[in-house]
Structures are given as structure tokens and as C-alpha cells.
């Protein structure tokens, strides 16, 4: 009996390893690529090792919770179409590994390329092992954000940027239309589990949501496979380097739409709009992609628009959705997946070692290339569907459901010619690829001369072109009990007989197969030279490019339409979008407090401590000075501020709440701090802007002051009500309870922070992430006003002071002045880390926390800003504050997955006691681990923030100082 963990294990493997990769030294091409490739053989390896239990008709299961109250979990679900898939995805990858190693330029960022090609294979596997739908749903949408990343790949690229883009919106879309409709379908199903999902068909088809799930789950698919009229995203994909082009059209991105369909064919399918629409869709696809690819120039581009034609080929088979045709499409998926390889990676090698992909240019590269020549000959017979090779297998069993199917249509007659039609044409652009490219007299005007790469670069597209030939001559026993398995995991017992003979006598398929390679070979053939002199499209119909259509319809949707609306109905005021917001917000608390029947108590005065009725005295008029003093002094309104957090800290030690009034303090220091060098690069107020104040101005202020009175009340309301409640009614005394014995520490806060609601701290740090990493973005952008470069008051003193010192420069003059505070600041610095260090592991159980010590380390760093210049902080402190939240994120999540381990949702802590010698018990939790993140992530927010404003000023210095040597 399998281990369930190995789902785990092949979920997770290609991510760590794709961190592994990305943190390599750029020219490290060598152990990128093997890392890489080890790491895509080891997953292939899992994958293999899970054969016994699929092969017996079984999947293997693996449950961890998530999300359970809301029915999303992280289950894990391997059958014997998901297992072929993952083989596809982990063996082809692993070919593709090796053929990057070669193709990649020296120039290129190799680590950046295979670690987003392993992120790439880690989403493929979440999506196609998932066995919750929502999680489907959300590896599904990853590969649409990690292909934008392959495909743009080489940014400076303006193709490769525009190509990413369309991907991306075409295929987010979609992604965002199946999530509606995987909600829609776990409503009528009453679960989001796939057993339960699969098994819910009857219930699906019969419910009223049937069609709107039914358009949008489509929707989802085609835009994925690049089905019509969603398919010209695809050709616009190949500027991205061949060996993603390679991936991406063989066994991962596009394979994931038709995944869909097959997947769930037995709850959508057996009716007849499924049948009109997808196998419609599917036949259109097919003759126009064919039609499409026999024009083009751009070897990629031709094999591009290929793919979308047998894409719809198997799609048309999923829309048929009969036994015959489930096993016909599942056995294309295969074959395609093995001669596009071939074919992508051919074309690569012709691109790499002719410095041309234009098929006018190229000839007689059969002399030059013979060994390439031979496996794209193999992979374009597959291709075209001619006999001993793997692709006329599964496309005469196409034609056989094509011929054979009569659902009561007028469309079914039509099927078989439509399906002649496409197939024709498939041989017509498969003779043209291989022809105009290696017969001929030899090109004279290419870039480069050609001849064989290295042996390496050619290996895996040989192995895929043998196995086209190997395939094609023995299905039964290369591919036979794959097959079985797969479509066994959808059909179950309506698992039709059928048979991978070579021969099955004269029959509907066989002419029908006869007339396609007959009929393509007319079409080429006799007009060859017009399709290489004339235009990339077909004759009358090359001029309508859905890409234009796409790229007016974004700067329609994007661009005009929105300023039309932001004109009538928006403002470009930030004061305007933040009183919306804040009357937005009271109108809600209003309702819900109003809707839910909730009672406020009175205010009672008796027994009011004096002392603490005037700290709150003292920190209301801070509160309100600041407010008032902020349209005419910052500084002083700052103070006041500041004033208003220390009584805030008070406040908390008051109420016998040390953690917070400790975290209060800390954030104190540092945001009065970080706003203190901010203001130096704020524009000056003028008097007639603080003073001229006009009837309208006033009657805003007034009004923002009625509002904030509104919201003041309202929170004070609520927060007396909840403080006056009789014990036992609140969270809090659950909390209180329970800290202890179910989390292990004494510090209650950080125990709800970390332990109870560490899923809300995550996405808590994760935001503090974002913004630190935009604020830094947008410091690196600003440009202060002309009156901030001028010199301060106490700048022009210290100048002054300065000129007037005998025989001294300035440097000594101003280490003079700030010597004892610097020094100061300086010895401070190891003081304040053990403080840090107290506060962070004394934090489970006393005031601190990691969120307090890495506020605490952030002033240690700032202060050493604060006592010297900055070139002279960052010649003795490495700081890398990017490193730290990206470190910080990477050990949070990771903490929260162990659990997943041991079979508990995400981010459930674990505490014990350990004995230590000549110490003895200490407490220890794995939610310390998850603190530790904490702690990294908000060093590195802080600091990041801290050297984007230190940066400013050392800008603004060299400047000055640049503009007085000019001077001079």
C-alpha cells in the first residue's frame, strides 16, 4: 500500500525545487539545468510509482484540510487520467529540461527560466491532482499567471510582452468564468469534492443553473485550449523561447482545457447543448486552425495554429462524448502530446542553428541537418495522420466516432466531412512544414550556416520522433494499458471494447482516412508556390486578425470607456475617495447593527478614575490638535500624534494589556520616525493655502468634521459596549481559556495571532509585504518638489557654523556636532538585537512576539541610519530587506504546510514541552516557526521602507553636490 503522503510530496517537490533554482547566481546555466531536470525526474519518478494502485482501477487519496467549514480542502486525487497527464507533464518537462540547456543563450537568465518552468509544472500538477474543485480552480489560475511569466520571458521583447499580456487576459478571464461555475456546480452538488461532484451528473443536468454552469464552465475550457473563437491568443504566445512554446503546447497549458472537458463530460455531458456547442465548437476549431497553419510563414506560427487544430479535434471527440469517442480523445491527448514535442523542438533547433524561423527562407536543410530532418519527418507524419505512426491511430478512431455518431441532429451528417475537411488540411500544412524546409535547392540567405546542434540539443526530440514510430507500430503494448486506465478513471463501467490494431479491414475510417491524405496532398501540391508568395491567412478572410479585433476591444474596455466613466461619475481627489469609503463603511456598520436587533449600553460615569479619565483627556486633545494642525504644520501636528499614540500605549498597560501597549510603543517609535524623514520631501504649504479658505472649502471641512464626529461616536459606542458586556459572552473568554491548553503559551495575544487566527496573520504580513515592496516602488519613482531640494533652516546653520570653524572641514564639523548621539546610537546597536531576541522567543508566553522583536530590529537598523550617512550604514551592514520578506513569506507558508503532513488543516500548531541539559523544560511550538516568518517580513517591510527614504536624501546630496562642482 502506497504512502498518501507521495501526492504531497509530487505537489510540493517542484516548487521547492523551483525556489532552489531561483535563488542560483545568474551565470550558473550547468546546475540550474540540473536541479531542474532532478527535480522533474524525481516527480516522474512519484508519478511511475503510483502506477500499481491506478492500474487496479483505484485512485489514491490524500486528504488535508484547509478550509473545511467552507468545504475547500487540499485534497489530493490521482486516477488514471490524472496519472497520465502528471507523466506527460513530469516526462516531457524532464526532455524539455534538457533541450532548454542547450537552446538558452549565455545571456539569458537560466535560473529565472527553470525555476519558472518548475513553478509552471507544480501549478500543472495542483490542478490536475486537486481533488476539490475551488483548489482546481486556483492552480488553474496559476498557470495562467506563471505561463504570462515563460511567455515574457525575454521582457525587452515587445512581442513576447504583448503575447504574455493577451495570454494572460484571455486566460484569466476564462479562469475567473469557471470559478463561477465550479461554485454553481458545488451548490447543486451540496460539496465541492471531486468524488462527490462527479457522482452529482443527473442532478446537474436536471437542475435550472444547468445552462448558465454549463456556458461558463465552457467558457473556462475553450479560453484555456485556445478553442474558436478564443484561439488567437496562442499564435501571439510564440515569442516566448521555443523550449516554453514546446511545453506549453504539448502536455501542459493547452492539454488543461481539454482536461476539463473530459474530466467532466460525465455531469455536463449526455445532452444536447453540450454536444451542439462543444463538438460545434470543437469542428470549427479544427478547419479553421488547419486552414490557418497551411499560411503561415513562422514555422512556430504554423505548429501553433496546428495545435489549435487538433485541440479541437479532441474536443470535438469530448463534445461527442460517447465511450468511443472519451477513449479517442484521451488517446490524442497522448499522441499530440508526443510529435508536437517533437515538432516544437525541431523547430527550435532549425531557429538555433539557421537564425531563421521563416519557412520562404528556409530550403534543402536535409543535406545540411539529416539526423533533424529524419525526426521531423517522423513527428510530421504523426501529425498528418499517415499510417505506422502514432497520430493516425487515434485519428482513425476519430473519424470511426465522426462517422459512426447520430445524436438526432441535423449537425451529425455533417460531422465526417467537416471532419475530412480539417484532416486534409492537416496534411497539406504537415507536407508543407516538412518540404519547403528540407527539400529544395540549399537556402543562400540565411543568417547563419546550418548544420547539426549538438548532440544533446537533438536527443529528446529523437526519443519523442522514435516514439511517434514505436507507438504507431505497436499501440497495444507501448501505450495499450496506459490507455485502458485513463479512460477506465472516466468511464468507469460504460468502458467500451475497442481495439489499437493496425488493421481493421476496409472500413468507413480507412476512406475516410484515405480521402484526408488524398485531398491534403491536392491542396498542397498544386498551389505550393501561391501559398508561399501569398499572404498569413487564407485567401479573402487572411485580413480579419481576432488579435486586432482583441487589441481595440482592451483599448476600448480599458482605456476610453473607463475615462468616459471616471469623467461623470469619479474624481482624481484622494480626500473625495476616502470620505466615499469611510460614509460607505458607517452606512454598513449602521445596517448591520440596526438589522441585527444589537442593543448599545448607556454610559455610566460612577467610578471613573480620574487619572485615567485625564490621560484620556490628554490623548483626545493630541488627537484633535493634530487633526486641526495638519493643514498648517506638520511637525507639530506629527507631535501631537505621536502624543496621542503614547496615551494609546497607556491606555493598553492601563487595562492590564502589556503586549499591545509594548507593540503600540514600538510602531510609535518607528512610524513618527519614518514620517519625521518623510516630511522633508513634502511640498511646501503657502499662506494662501492654509488661509484663503473659500465657502466651499469650508463646508467640506465641516462636513468631514461631522464625519469623523459620526465615526468617533460610533466606535466609542461600540468599543464601551463590548467592554461593559458580563463575562462569559465574549471571544475573549474562549480565548482566555483555551490559550494554554490548545496553544501552549501564556501570552494570549500572540496565541490567537499565531496559533488560533494564524490563517488572518498570514494574509496580514502578506499585505504588510505588498506594501512595503510599493512603497519602496514608489519612492524609487518620486521626484520631490523644486521649494524640498532647498536648504532647511537648521541645513543653513549647520552651513554657516561650518564656514566658520578654523582650518576644519565639514564632515569633521558635523561628526563634532553629532558625536555623542551617534556614538550613542552606534553601541545601541547589539543592545537593541538581544532585545529583539528576548522579545521574539519570550513571546509565546510573555509581552513580545515575533511582529514586536522585528519592529525592534527595524529600529535598530534605524537608528544606525539616523547616526550616519547612508553610504556609510550600507558599506558595514549588508541589508537586503527583499531577501527577508521573500524568506519571511517562504517559512510562513511552509510552516503552515507541515501540518498538511500529519493530516491537520493549514497553519494547526503543535506544542510540547522539550527538555534541554542543565536547563530542563522549556516549552516549544511550531508556531514559533511561523513567528519567526512574522518576525523576517516585518524587518524587511520596515527596513525597505527605511532605504527608499534614505535613498531620497542620498539622491538629493549627490545632486547638490554635482551642481557645486558645476558651479565651481
Avoid at 516527480?43 to 478550509?67: E, I, Q, T
Avoid at 523547430?347 to 519557412?359: M, Q
Avoid at 455533417?414 to 488540411?425: D, E, K, R
Amino acid at each position: 500500500m502506497l504512502p498518501t503522503s507521495l501526492l504531497l510530496l509530487l505537489l510540493t517537490f517542484p516548487f521547492f525545487g523551483g525556489v532552489i533554482v531561483a535563488t542560483m547566481q545568474r551565470p550558473s546555466r550547468n546546475a540550474s539545468a540540473v536541479v531542474a531536470g532532478g527535480v522533474m525526474a524525481a516527480c516522474a519518478l512519484l508519478v511511475a510509482v503510483c502506477w500499481p494502485v491506478v492500474a487496479s482501477g483505484d485512485a489514491l487519496r490524500d486528504y488535508n484540510a484547509w478550509l473545511p467549514r467552507q468545504g475547500i480542502n487540499l485534497t489530493l486525487r490521482l486516477d488514471g487520467l490524472a496519472w497520465i497527464f502528471a507523466m506527460m507533464v513530469m516526462g516531457i518537462g524532464l526532455l524539455v529540461v534538457i533541450y532548454a540547456r542547450y537552446y538558452l543563450s549565455p545571456k539569458d537568465s537560466a535560473p529565472r527560466f527553470f525555476a519558472l518552468l518548475l513553478f509552471f509544472a507544480g501549478a500543472m500538477n495542483g490542478m490536475l491532482l486537486s481533488g476539490n474543485i475551488i483548489v482546481m480552480v486556483i492552480f488553474w489560475e496559476m498557470t495562467s499567471l506563471i505561463s504570462f511569466l515563460l511567455i515574457g520571458f525575454w521582457r525587452s521583447n515587445a512581442a513576447a510582452r504583448d503575447g504574455a499580456r493577451m495570454a494572460l487576459v484571455i486566460t484569466g478571464a476564462g479562469g475567473l468564468c469557471l470559478l463561477v461555475a465550479m461554485l454553481i456546480v458545488g451548490y447543486v452538488a451540496g460539496s465541492y469534492d471531486l468524488d462527490r461532484v462527479l457522482a452529482s451528473g443527473p442532478a446537474l443536468r436536471a437542475h435550472p443553473l444547468y445552462m448558465p454552469a454549463l456556458i461558463l464552465f465552457l467558457i473556462g475550457a475553450f479560453t484555456k485550449s485556445a478553442q474558436f473563437p478564443f484561439h488567437f491568443w496562442l499564435p501571439n504566445a510564440m515569442a516566448a523561447p521555443t523550449p516554453v512554446s514546446a511545453y506549453l503546447h504539448s502536455a501542459t497549458m493547452v492539454k488543461m482545457g481539454v482536461f476539463l472537458l473530459i474530466r467532466f463530460s460525465p455531469i455536463f455531458g449526455g445532452t444536447a447543448e453540450w454536444f451542439n456547442i462543444v463538438a460545434g465548437v470543437g469542428m470549427v476549431t479544427l478547419v479553421v486552425g488547419a486552414m490557418v497553419a497551411l499560411f503561415r510563414h513562422d514555422l512556430k506560427g504554423l505548429l501553433a495554429y496546428s495545435t489549435i487544430s487538433h485541440l479541437g479535434l479532441i474536443t470535438a471527440l469530448a463534445g461527442i462524448g460517447s465511450p468511443e469517442a472519451i477513449v479517442a480523445a484521451i488517446f490524442h491527448v497522448m499522441n499530440h502530446a508526443v510529435f508536437k514535442a517533437a515538432l516544437f523542438m525541431a523547430a527550435g533547433i532549425i531557429d538555433h542553428e539557421t537564425g531563421t524561423r521563416d519557412i520562404r527562407k528556409l530550403s534543402g536543410l536535409a543535406r545540411a541537418m539529416p539526423f533533424t530532418a529524419t525526426l521531423a519527418a517522423f513527428a510530421a507524419a504523426s501529425m498528418a495522420g499517415v499510417p505506422l505512426f502514432n497520430g493516425f491511430l487515434s485519428k482513425e478512431m476519430f473519424f470511426a466516432e465522426s462517422y459512426a455518431w447520430h445524436g438526432g441532429s441535423h449537425f451529425d451528417d455533417a460531422l465526417p466531412y467537416i471532419a475530412v475537411l480539417g484532416s486534409a488540411f492537416s496534411v497539406a500544412y504537415a507536407l508543407r512544414l516538412f518540404f519547403s524546409v528540407f527539400f529544395g535547392p540549399p537556402a543562400t540567405d540565411l543568417p547563419k550556416e546550418p548544420h547539426e546542434p549538438t548532440p544533446w540539443m537533438r536527443r529528446p526530440a529523437e526519443l519523442l520522433g522514435a516514439l511517434c514510430l514505436l507507438i504507431g507500430v505497436l499501440p497495444a503494448i507501448t501505450v495499450g494499458p496506459i490507455l485502458h486506465v485513463g479512460a477506465l478513471a472516466v468511464l468507469g463501467d460504460d468502458l467500451p471494447e475497442y481495439s489499437l490494431a493496425l488493421w481493421h479491414g476496409v472500413n468507413a475510417a480507412l476512406i475516410m482516412s484515405v480521402l484526408a491524405v488524398g485531398a491534403g496532398i491536392l491542396i498542397y501540391a498544386p498551389f505550393h508556390g501561391f501559398i508561399a508568395r501569398g499572404p498569413e491567412g487564407p485567401p479573402f478572410i487572411h485580413r480579419l486578425r481576432a488579435a486586432r479585433v482583441f487589441e481595440l476591444f482592451m483599448i476600448y474596455a480599458t482605456w476610453r470607456q473607463p475615462r468616459r466613466l471616471l469623467h461623470v461619475l469619479g474624481t482624481t481627489r484622494l480626500q473625495v475617495q476616502i470620505r466615499v469609503m469611510i460614509l460607505m463603511g458607517v452606512m454598513g456598520a449602521i445596517y448591520a447593527l440596526w438589522s441585527g436587533g444589537a442593543e448599545l449600553y448607556k454610559p455610566r460615569l460612577t467610578g471613573a478614575n480620574p487619572v485615567f479619565a485625564l490621560i484620556w483627556i490628554v490623548g483626545a486633545g493630541c488627537a484633535i490638535g493634530a487633526a486641526y494642525k495638519a493643514k498648517y504644520h506638520r511637525f507639530a501636528a506629527l507631535i501631537l500624534l505621536g502624543g496621542a499614540g503614547v496615551m494609546t500605549c497607556v491606555t493598553f498597560v492601563w487595562f492590564s494589556a502589556p503586549d499591545l501597549g509594548l507593540t503600540q510603543l514600538l510602531v510609535e517609535i518607528v512610524t513618527t520616525v519614518l514620517l519625521l524623514l518623510g516630511l522633508r520631501w513634502l511640498p511646501r504649504r503657502r499662506a494662501d493655502m492654509v488661509d484663503n479658505f473659500s465657502l466651499r472649502v469650508r463646508v467640506r471641512r465641516r462636513g468631514d468634521l461631522i464625519i469623523a464626529l459620526v465615526c468617533g461616536a460610533g466606535v466609542a459606542a461600540i468599543s464601551y459596549t463590548v467592554m461593559m458586556m458580563p463575562a462569559g459572552n465574549l471571544a475573549s473568554d474562549w480565548f482566555l481559556q483555551h490559550a494554554y491548553s490548545e496553544g501552549g503559551g501564556t501570552n494570549v495575544v500572540n496565541v490567537i495571532l499565531v496559533d488560533f487566527r494564524g490563517f488572518d496573520t498570514f494574509g496580514e504580513i502578506s499585505v504588510l509585504a505588498i506594501v512595503g515592496l510599493t512603497v519602496f516602488a514608489l519612492l524609487r519613482r518620486f521626484r520631490p518638489a523644486m521649494e524640498s531640494n532647498e536648504l532647511t533652516t537648521q541645513q543653513r546653520i549647520q552651513n554657516e557654523y561650518d564656514d566658520a570653524a578654523d582650518g576644519r572641514s565639514r564632515g569633521d564639523t558635523v561628526r563634532d556636532y553629532l558625536m555623542v548621539p551617534s556614538v550613542i546610537m552606534h553601541w545601541m546597536f547589539p543592545v537593541i538585537i538581544l532585545l529583539a531576541a528576548e522579545l521574539f522567543f519570550r513571546g509565546h508566553d510573555l509581552p513580545g512576539g515575533g511582529f514586536a522583536a522585528g519592529v525592534t530590529l527595524a529600529i535598530a537598523f534605524l537608528l544606525q541610519y539616523l547616526a550616519a550617512d547612508v553610504t556609510w550604514v550600507e558599506d558595514r551592514l549588508r541589508i537586503l530587506p527583499v531577501r527577508w520578506i521573500g524568506t519571511g513569506l517562504l517559512v510562513s507558508a511552509t510552516t503552515g504546510m507541515g501540518s498538511w503532513i500529519f493530516g491537520y488543516p493549514f497553519l494547526t500548531a503543535h506544542s510540547q514541552y522539550v527538555t534541554l541539559p542543565l536547563v530542563g523544560q522549556v516549552p516549544a511550538a511550531t508556531a514559533l516557526l511561523f513567528d519567526a516568518g512574522v518576525f523576517m517580513l516585518v524587518v524587511g517591510a520596515v527596513v525597505i521602507m527605511l532605504i527608499a527614504i534614505a535613498h531620497q536624501s542620498l539622491r538629493w546630496s549627490r545632486a547638490r553636490e554635482k551642481a557645486a562642482e558645476e558651479e565651481n
